[in-house]
């Protein structure tokens, strides 16, 4: 398993030699761009699986590492960027949903269940509407996820670290997206309270 992964990281890269043509026009364009970009970013991200020749399971891990936490970092700067364009409407949502929430109140206190209803339902609607904005600059953050999976595809394939004991429906070598995916979600959680942390755009306590 050593020499799988020392000659993938000591190698070339090499990705998508099918058959350009029997895609058709417009997907054979998108993998030769695809393509272009993959080559051009692997110098700078097989460089971090490179920094323990001797040991190179050790440097799988850390590239594996560093390649998450770049990915969590762009991510999150598109996330911030995001929220920044669009933090005149989330202000905007959120004072309605504030608004709603003390007028509910007052209207369960001084005018009965049916007004209340009433109230709380412009209040789901408007908490609606901010969920689903925030929802959707989280998915856009998502972004260098699929393109960082697709060069270790492109430069691993199946080779990866063994384990010293089987998982179930991954056996010992669960591949490249489990190493991946080990590395990113923590890394995701830790530099999101860094980088996007609550009290900023878009992450205020609706209710005061």
Not at 35 to 55: G, N, T, V
Not at 175 to 198: E, H, S
Request: charged residues 15%; positive net charge.
């Amino acid at each position: 398993m050593w020499v799988r992964i020392t000659s993938c990281a000591a190698s070339s890269i090499t990705v998508f030699s099918g058959n350009y043509r029997r895609a058709g026009a417009f997907p054979a364009l998108f993998l030769r761009g695809m393509k272009s970009f993959l080559l051009w970013i692997d110098p700078w991200c097989i460089a971090p699986y490179r920094w323990f020749p001797e040991l190179p399971e050790w440097g799988y891990i850390v590239g594996t590492c560093v390649l998450a936490a770049q990915a969590v970092l762009l991510g999150l700067l598109t996330l911030r960027l995001g929220q920044r364009m669009h933090a005149a409407r989330l202000k905007e949502l959120r004072t309605e949903m504030r608004h709603y929430h003390k007028l509910s109140e007052r209207a369960l206190r001084e005018s009965g269940k049916e007004a209340y209803k009433a109230v709380n339902r412009q209040g789901h609607e408007a908490f609606g509407y901010y969920f689903s904005l925030n929802g959707a600059l989280w998915v856009a953050s998502l972004w260098p996820v699929p393109l960082a999976l697709a060069w270790m595809q492109a430069r691993f394939g199946t080779v990866s670290p063994s384990l010293p004991f089987s998982l179930p429906l991954l056996g010992p070598e669960p591949g490249f997206v489990f190493w991946f995916v080990l590395a990113y979600i923590p890394l995701r959680l830790l530099l999101g309270r860094l980088v996007c942390p609550v009290g900023q755009d878009g992450q205020e306590a609706i209710i005061d």
